[in-house]
């Protein structure tokens, strides 16, 4: 039968508001911004984008659960997502639950703050992808079976990894300059595993909807169901299994409902599940289907961001670098503090989409970090952050016990 595995990523950070030099060592709230129109109002992001695109596609797919038996999804949900949703709009928790429930919805395992820690501390990455396991647990009821690193920055280390910790699969890009003349559309083994596969995102498929649906400029443009159809079918005569993987955000948010994006999507469904032969599939069935094909090794590290799919959006500069690096060099200091709200502040600052802001990419990149990005300039983002960081530190100082205290 031919699959479509749909999966979905929800993600929001903490971003830190227009943080001033003249704030350090008094101000150690990093994340409220109460100027309406400066800074990182972050309560004021997430009511927009839930209002636009997390509510009504979140009922648009508890719709689609309820009309069809056959549809399935999976969804992978940060943990400081999750923080934002339970603190300003408790409801989606609700619609979460409520698709999850049906027991056709899969929840996908990764780092509670969207962190790069992977490739700065094995000890932290082990720690956040525990701690948004037992949140999922707490809140849905599921185990992760499956692993996301962020932003789907995968190389060879990270199966590794989620095969020892017992994940039957991971999630990564479908790029053409490690995959060849071969297909996406296969459930692989991953390179040095015995029994982890590997699920390739189909970026064509894909991008379709997530970047050209609502591109006027676009050949193909408008992108209408029975011209997707036509090419999902002559996708699968490579291979059965076509995974379609986009930020959730792309419904509503990225492609504003005017577009008719809600309305495609719920047509697509309908008429895949209109043929027989085509199914719906969760990440774990995927994995289990039995078309696996020889393996694929991923030795230097791919994303799915970017003309490059690296790592360079978010660590390509010099600013970019030295924040990153600054950060996880606190963690022995953070975490033996023992203080939860600083170690809360400090995880936030791993999210990547603080360096992601400092990206100084241009041309056909640029366009996308800037829209993403709270401020004026890449500059301005690291000035912030960098700021903050050094409030951490003012705070971690005032922790120590002074000399004198220390008995001989």
């Known amino acids: 039968m031919r699959s479509l595995v749909l999966y979905l990523h929800m993600h929001q950070p903490f971003r830190v508001k227009h943080y001033s030099i003249f704030a350090v060592g008094h101000d150690h709230d990093y994340w409220t911004d109460k100027d309406w129109y400066a800074g990182a109002n972050n309560e004021r992001v997430f009511k927009k984008v839930a209002e636009k695109s997390y509510a009504p596609m979140l009922k648009l797919l508890l719709r689609c659960l309820e009309h069809f038996p056959e549809f399935k999804l999976s969804l992978s949900i940060t943990g400081v997502w999750l923080e934002q949703a339970e603190t300003w709009a408790p409801e989606l928790i609700t619609l979460l639950q409520k698709m999850t429930e049906t027991g056709r919805v899969e929840i996908v395992g990764e780092t509670y703050y969207h962190s790069l820690a992977f490739f700065y501390n094995r000890e932290e990455f082990a720690s956040e992808v525990a701690e948004h396991r037992a949140k999922i647990q707490e809140l849905f009821g599921q185990t992760p079976r499956v692993l996301r690193n962020t932003e789907l920055a995968y190389n060879d280390d990270v199966a590794s990894w989620a095969e020892e910790h017992g994940y039957r699969g991971v ?121 696996v094909q020889e393996s694929v090794s991923m030795p230097w590290t791919v994303s799915w961001a970017d003309a490059e799919r690296d790592l360079t959006a978010w660590l390509g500069n010099s600013m970019q670098q030295e924040a990153i690096s600054a950060v996880y060099e606190l963690r022995d200091e953070v975490l033996a503090s023992n203080d939860t709200e600083l170690i809360t502040d400090w995880r936030r600052l791993l999210t990547s989409d603080h360096v992601y802001y400092m990206c100084t990419k241009y041309f056909q990149d640029g366009d996308v970090h800037s829209y993403f990005s709270p401020y004026d300039s890449p500059f301005d983002a690291f000035s912030y952050f960098m700021n903050s960081l050094r409030d951490i530190k003012t705070r971690l100082a005032k922790a120590k016990p002074a000399a004198t205290d220390i008995a001989p």
Not at 173 to 200: F, Q, T
Not at 239 to 259: A, Q, V
């Open 171 to 291: 999630l990564a890009e479908g790029w053409d300059k490690i995959l060849g003349d071969r297909s996406p559309n296969y459930a692989y083994s991953a390179y040095g595993c015995k029994e982890l596969k590997l699920l390739l995102r189909n970026y064509r498929r894909s991008d379709d909807i997530a970047f050209r649906f609502s591109d006027k400029r676009w050949p193909e443009w408008p992108l209408t169901v029975d011209k997707y159809l036509a090419w999902l079918y002559e996708d699968a005569e490579r291979g059965l299994l076509t995974n379609l993987m986009m930020d959730f955000e792309t419904f509503g948010e990225n492609i504003w409902r005017e577009t008719g994006i809600f309305e495609f999507f719920e047509s697509l469904v309908e008429r895949w599940l209109g043929d027989k032969a085509n199914r719906f599939l969760t990440v774990s069935e995927a994995c289990n289907i039995g078309s």
